[in-house]
């Protein structure tokens, strides 16, 4: 079966990164420059890049979707999250790079103990946001250096077949779906502009823009995005800088007067036009580059939060039931799936790329599928408790009786954009996997019952899905809940469920995941994943404050031979025998066959 969305072959090759790293090094002797840093990112910082971008890949091997290399004349290391431990070690030259955690031993500290004293270390003022450069040049000072903005970067002038620029064709996201026009939403925020008496907001996020204007493109992997920068005025009108091959008649119709189009070489000389005048622009977010511009263009900048972001997340009424019609439909295909799994897997023949091969093939013949929303993780047994597991052909391992198996993955629907994780045994589960399952069950109910006042952040519900595993003292190390967006980004901010502490409030319509987990290394994974909304829930009897909850609208069974049901209290079973009966309804119309009926009837049964 061919691919339509997802391949399975090496992104990278290790056995290049000495060559690649030697003229890496030359070129920067060649600038007077003792260092250079190589971050996972483009000139819009987010998650998602182009092929042209992925310089980090090329250099080390790495593929990760977040690091960064710190490269010096004699030694160099790469710092990945706990996602990545083990892929950094998979498919860098351990020999050439230092394997190190972004977290614990981040690159300010190995900077400070290895950079020497008057060393210039170069990086590309485009790759950085402003916030990092700020941490980066205190751990540069510290150490006697010199943190160096280059003109251009030393990378691009040694990779020779680095691919060309993106130029997807941009097109109009219908009304109907986003249920707000794009001048309502222009002047929305150019009234907030003008109480902070600013003129303009530099907007940098391909998904700030792509909401904005209500379009989408496909100039990244699995993600509608238009790579493009735009300047929000405060009389509402948007300056679009976009290469001028994405865009058509349609889409010029579709923007209206008020929006003007622009090449890209013009985005720094419309930043100079600035002059005098005062620019919102998000540090956390936003390129160096852009302040630096801004800065010595002699506009005033007013450091907030990008203004697209907040009232993006939280969906409006046409997004939500957009989104539940693509939870249910996607619901349907991963229920098939799950059916066709729970007769094929016990065999002994099955891999990780079959499983994912197929499960595509249900949801393609939805006839509206645009693409998955990531590469899917498919792990068998210990695959599984690699987080961030990614099938190759050279990866790719028989799942096998006995095994636990892992499927996380997602759909782009124009309506919607599904991620959502399923556990299930192959033969008969041990003690230990039902009782690893079953915490991680508890933690996911307990999360999804939980009520809290307006207000809260996800950081102070993290623990909810935690105590379960804590109670036996067990863990899991990435956060429980991220963002997802309205056929955009299945990860998006600004709000997340996770101990690292986000200060932003979760608000009424916002979509998030609800993934606890557990990972026993080398044997097996565990993760149950729902995506739910933030809803105001019924009143509370006798309840002073006006509380928020979830609605969970992920529809598809969990493994119930997973399951002690001796470990669940009253609630929480009544909540998964609510779930289920909610799922059986929702999918068995597309349950054609008398087997997979059968199957759903028995999967969704009550305990």
């Avoid at 840093?37 to 310089?55: I, M, N, S, T, W």
């Avoid at 907001?201 to 909401?211: G, H, N, Q």
């Avoid at 907030?304 to 939870?327: F, M, S």
Wanted: aromatic fraction near 6%; hydrophobic fraction near 40%.
């Amino acid at each position: 079966m061919n691919m339509p969305f997802q391949t399975f072959d090496e992104q990278s090759d290790a056995s290049q990164c000495a060559a690649r790293l030697a003229a890496l090094r030359t070129e920067l002797a060649a600038r007077g420059l003792d260092g250079f840093l190589v971050p996972r990112a483009d000139e819009h910082q987010g998650e998602y890049v182009p092929k042209r971008a992925e310089r980090l890949a090329w250099l080390t091997g790495f593929t990760g979707s977040a690091g960064l290399a710190a490269v010096l004349l004699e030694k160099a290391a790469i710092f990945v999250d706990g996602r990545y431990t083990l892929q950094v070690r998979n498919q860098t030259d351990t020999s050439l790079f230092e394997t190190l955690d972004s977290v614990n031993d981040g690159p300010a500290n190995w900077i400070e103990a290895n950079l020497p004293q008057g060393a210039k270390l170069g990086y590309d003022p485009w790759l950085h946001t402003q916030g990092a450069v700020e941490r980066l040049r205190i751990s540069v000072e510290r150490a006697g250096g010199q943190l160096v903005a280059t003109a251009s970067n030393p990378l691009d002038a040694v990779w020779t077949d680095q691919p060309d620029p993106p130029r997807a064709r941009a097109v109009p996201h219908p009304i109907e779906l986003a249920g707000e026009t794009s001048a309502a939403k222009r002047a929305r925020l150019a009234e907030d502009l003008k109480k902070r008496n600013a003129d303009a907001a530099i907007l940098t996020m391909p998904d700030s823009v792509c909401w904005l204007l209500n379009i989408r493109g496909a100039d990244v992997p699995h993600t509608p995005f238009v790579l493009a920068f735009a300047i929000l005025n405060a009389d509402a009108s948007v300056e679009l800088f976009m290469d001028a091959k994405k865009s058509s008649p349609e889409l010029l119709a579709h923007l209206g007067n008020d929006v003007h189009v622009r090449a890209p070489t013009d985005f720094e000389p419309a930043l100079d036009a600035l002059k005098g005048k005062t620019a919102v622009a998000d540090p956390v977010w936003a390129a160096a580059a852009i302040f630096q511009r801004l800065e010595q263009a002699g506009a005033k900048v007013l450091r907030a939060a990008d203004p697209c972001q907040l009232p993006k997340a939280c969906k409006n009424e046409a997004e939500l039931a957009g989104t539940r019609r693509a939870h249910i439909r996607d619901g349907q295909a991963l229920t098939r799936f799950l059916a066709w799994f729970a007769r094929e897997a016990p065999k002994g023949t099955l891999t990780e790329i079959d499983t994912v091969e197929k499960l595509e093939s249900f949801r393609a013949a939805t006839g509206v599928l645009k693409d998955v929303s990531f590469d899917s993780i498919s792990g068998a047994g210990p695959h599984g408790a690699v987080v961030h597991y990614r099938v190759t052909r050279k990866t790719n391992r028989r799942i096998e009786p006995g095994q636990l198996f892992l499927i996380d993955s997602g759909a782009q629907f124009q309506d919607g954009t599904t991620d959502v994780t399923r556990t299930v045994a192959v033969g008969e589960p041990t003690a230990e996997m039902r009782d690893r399952f079953t915490r991680v069950l508890k933690g996911h109910i307990q999360l999804a019952l939980a009520r809290f006042p307006e207000g809260t952040t996800g950081a102070q519900l993290d623990a909810f899905a935690r105590r379960p595993l804590w109670d036996a003292g067990l863990d899991y190390g990435h956060g429980t809940g991220h963002g997802v967006g309205s056929y955009l980004s299945v990860h998006e901010g600004p709000q997340s469920i996770s101990s690292r502490g986000v200060g932003q409030a979760l608000k009424p319509g916002m979509i998030c995941s609800n993934e606890p987990g557990y990972y026993k290394t080398g044997e097996y994974g565990i993760r149950i994943e729902n995506l739910v909304v933030v809803r105001a829930p019924a009143e509370i009897a006798g309840g002073e404050k006006g509380m928020l909850g979830f609605e969970t609208i992920t529809m598809a069974p969990i493994d119930l031979d997973l399951v002690e049901s001796s470990m669940l209290t009253r609630e929480e079973r009544d909540w998964l025998n609510a779930y289920h009966a909610q799922v059986r309804a929702a999918v068995a119309p597309a349950m054609a066959d008398d087997i997979d009926r059968a199957w759903l009837t028995q999967a969704t049964r009550a305990i």
